[in-house]
């Protein structure tokens, strides 16, 4: 069945960066629409970056600019990246990668088919 993993979250300082990734595997489609999302405590789940499978790619305004998001699909896996930068206490939360084989969602709409597990990132100030 269809799996995505993320990886590395932690606990960094403001300013600070961390490299998220999320590897996917077993898809049944090959034109494959990916997103990050993130969730506060106490607060509603809420998009970060979203890329189609064609390349384009949408940011949340609180991320533009700090915030990078990229994929590849070595490995015969669907790889998607998030480099944050420029780390803000707000950004903290834990983050979720989301895929769909069937439909592409609009933007950063979280009308995803397949989620995973999500990583924690925590930033100090």
């Known amino acids: 069945q269809t799996q995505l993993v993320e990886s590395g979250g932690g606990s960094v300082q403001a300013g600070g960066s961390l490299r998220l990734s999320c590897v996917g595997r077993?898809?049944?489609?090959?034109?494959?629409?990916m997103g990050w999302f993130r969730q506060a405590t106490g607060k509603a789940r809420e998009g970060v970056a979203a890329?189609?499978?064609?390349?384009?790619?949408?940011?949340a305004e609180s991320v533009k600019g700090r915030f990078t998001v990229s994929r590849d699909n070595a490995d015969g896996n669907e790889n998607l990246f998030l480099q944050m930068n420029s780390l803000k206490p707000e950004d903290t939360a834990m983050y979720y990668c989301?895929?769909?084989?069937?439909?592409?969602?609009?933007?950063?709409?979280?009308?995803?088919?397949?989620w995973g597990q999500g990583t924690q990132v925590t930033v100090s100030s």
């Open positions: 077993r898809f049944y489609q090959s034109s494959i629409c």
């Open positions: 989301a895929a769909d084989d069937v439909y592409c969602p609009f933007g950063l709409d979280q009308s995803y088919k397949y």
């Open positions: 890329i189609t499978d064609d390349g384009k790619i949408t940011y």
